[in-house]
């Protein structure tokens, strides 16, 4: 695609990049069909495409973002299916990254929205906070039908909050038997709420597995959350933070990887290189970072599993999350994984297309979060699965809300098929 832009424009790192990108669009339009916002609307702003035209038009005129504008950048998922289908591999994420953080600077968004927005960046990446929140959300939970929809959807979609988990906490889990890796687990903010149970099986997983896992001191929150808000500033400390943190523990001991169990992030850590390329500071720092991250999944496949597990007749339809399949491309791992530890691994209808999670998408974007959920779990229960497998808590929380299926995370499964406990909730 051509492009107009200034030399001064250019001189911007940012805008230097999006020009990059949108030179090697060629406009053919294939993202279109597996872009679940054009799926289920139709409209072409709503397509890879059409946002991809409204951001060069934006950029290229240095306009601040319009309504317009920022109604079809929020619409969009970043679930990131156009990249995969792409031919000519535009490099939407960082396109439409940058559009974010455009609409965040330049857009006033009406009251509501701005209020809703900044309670999510305040509460979400703190533990502590976020488990207050959620007592008070279940407490005000009768109220969700008298609210407008995105704060009742706030209220709905608010699980209980668990136990913490002494996991969560800064420290070393030795290896069981001889060692072959040292690891740093990124035990994350929402996760460690919702789902403790995930990071104690993945402890108990990698030690079984001869890995010693260490919870650094001073790693928290990814950063995800606010940068899919457009908040570069508080993206960007997290990710110095975690990085921080993990270059002290490498000082202790050299690390193999760095492990994380929720896709989300891990598509975020693996992207601190590019986040961080212009800070002197830390842009070699994040890169040998975002080089050492590691899906849960992908370390595991590297292992093996110690023991296969005997066949437990569960029929599990294993839910790819989108910032596993497309942010991160690892497909194979977890369904070759699960089939090993003796499952029966179902693949679900239209797999590409996002459950409508997506971060906080499910929050800010619900008519449309909901529609995707009940399509999705449509294609689940067609399948007749005893339960559902993923490797993402957001899409955990998701498809929870709308079926009563078992919703477990994969870690859950392999722990429990080489030795852990099984998992709660599942009918034996
Ligand atoms: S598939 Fe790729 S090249 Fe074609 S319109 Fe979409 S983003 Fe542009
Ligand atoms: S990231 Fe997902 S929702 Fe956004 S344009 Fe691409 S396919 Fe559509």
Partial sequence: MQTNFSLAQLADADTAESEKILRACVHCGFCTATCPTYVLLGDELDSPRGRIYLIKDMLEGDRPASARVATHIDRCLSCLACMTTCPSGVHYMHLVDHARRRVAATYRRPLLERLQRGLLAAVL?????FRLALIGARL?????????ERLGA??????????PSRVGLPQVFPA???RRKRVALL????????????????????????????????AGCCGALAHHLGNSAPALAAARANIDAWLAAEREGALDAIVVNASGCGTQIKDYGFLLREDPAYAAKAARIAALARDVAELMAELGLARAGQPSGKRVAYHSACSMQHG???????????EAAGFTVLDIPEGHLCCGSAGTYNLLQP????????RKIGHIESLRPDLVATG????MTQLASGTGLPILHTVELLDWATGGPAPAGLDL
């Fill in 328 to 338: 991160q491309g690892i497909r194979r791992q977890p369904r070759e994984l699960l």
């Fill in 187 to 218: 035990t994350g903010c929402v996760q460690q709420v919702l789902a403790p149970h995930i990071n104690e099986a993945t402890v108990r997983l990698l030690t079984r597995h001869g890995c010693e896992v260490v919870v650094a001191p001073g």
């Fill in 140 to 148: 005000l939970r009768p109220l969700a039908p008298l609210l407008p």
């Fill in 176 to 178: 069981l038997g001889l």
């Fill in 125 to 129: 990446p703190r533990p502590a906070l």
């Fill in 367 to 374: 008519a449309i979060a909901t529609r995707l959920r009940d």
């Fill in 154 to 163: 706030m209220l709905r979609l608010a699980g209980p909050p668990m136990p």
């Fill in 392 to 395: 993402n808590i957001g899409c």
